[in-house]
C-alpha cells in the first residue's frame, strides 16, 4: 500500500486542526503532478501531515485517506483563495481527498533532521528547491521517519 506525505501551512490547516475536526477535505492542490498524486490515492492509505512555511517545518502526524480523489470544489468557489477562473463544473482540472486524523507525533520531525538521514535521501521533501506538495512516500522511508517520530 502506498504512502504519502501532504504539506500544510499549519496557519492555515494543522495537524492539530485536523485532529480537533477528525476528518476534512484536502483541498487547494494547484500542481499538476500533486494533483495526479492526489488521484492515484486510495482510502486507507496513510500519509505524512508535514507543517511547512512557519517557524519549524517538518513532519507533525499521521493522517489517512478516507476518500479517493473528486473534484475540488474550492476551484469553482470565487470566494476562495483557491478559486480558478478557467475551471467550470463541467471541466474542473483539480482534485481534493477527504483525511482523517490518526496521530500527532509528541515533536515534529525538523526538516533538518529528516534531511540528515541517509534512508530519506531520495525523498524529493529533502533535495533542495523541492517545493511539491503532495509527494510518495517508499514503504522504507515510511519505517525511517516512523522510527524517527519514536525518539
Same mark, same amino acid.
Given at each position: *500500500?502506498?504512502?504519502?506525505? *501532504? =504539506? ?8 492539530? /486542526?485536523? #485532529? %480537533? $475536526?477528525? #476528518?476534512?477535505?484536502? /483541498?487547494?492542490?494547484?500542481? +499538476? ?5 492526489? %488521484? ?5 492509505? #496513510?500519509?505524512?501531515? +508535514? ?6 517545518? !517538518?513532519?507533525? !502526524? ?23 477562473? =478557467? ?15 490518526? =496521530?500527532?507525533?509528541? %515533536?515534529?520531525?525538523? @526538516? ?12 524529493? @521533501?529533502?533535495?533542495?528547491? &523541492?517545493? $511539491? ?15 524517527? &517520530?519514536? %525518539?
Amino acid at each position: *500500500m502506498p504512502y504519502w506525505l *501532504m =504539506k500544510s501551512e499549519p496557519d492555515e490547516f494543522s495537524i492539530h /486542526d485536523l #485532529q %480537533r $475536526l477528525g #476528518q476534512a477535505r484536502w /483541498d487547494g492542490v494547484r500542481n +499538476y503532478q500533486a494533483r495526479n498524486f492526489l %488521484r492515484s490515492m486510495l482510502a486507507g492509505e #496513510q500519509l505524512f501531515f +508535514y507543517h511547512s512555511s512557519c517557524p519549524e517545518p !517538518g513532519i507533525a !502526524g499521521i493522517a489517512r485517506i478516507i476518500a479517493p480523489a473528486y473534484a475540488d470544489p474550492t476551484a469553482l468557489d470565487p470566494h476562495s483563495h483557491y478559486f480558478d477562473s =478557467k475551471a467550470s463544473s463541467e471541466k474542473n482540472p483539480w482534485s481534493a481527498v477527504d483525511v482523517a486524523f490518526v =496521530k500527532a507525533f509528541s %515533536r515534529v520531525i525538523p @526538516l533538518a533532521e529528516l534531511k540528515a538521514q541517509s534512508a530519506l535521501l531520495e525523498l524529493p @521533501l529533502v533535495h533542495k528547491g &523541492s517545493r $511539491l506538495s503532495v509527494m510518495p512516500v517508499s514503504a522504507e522511508q515510511w519505517a525511517a521517519i516512523l522510527a524517527l &517520530s519514536e %525518539r
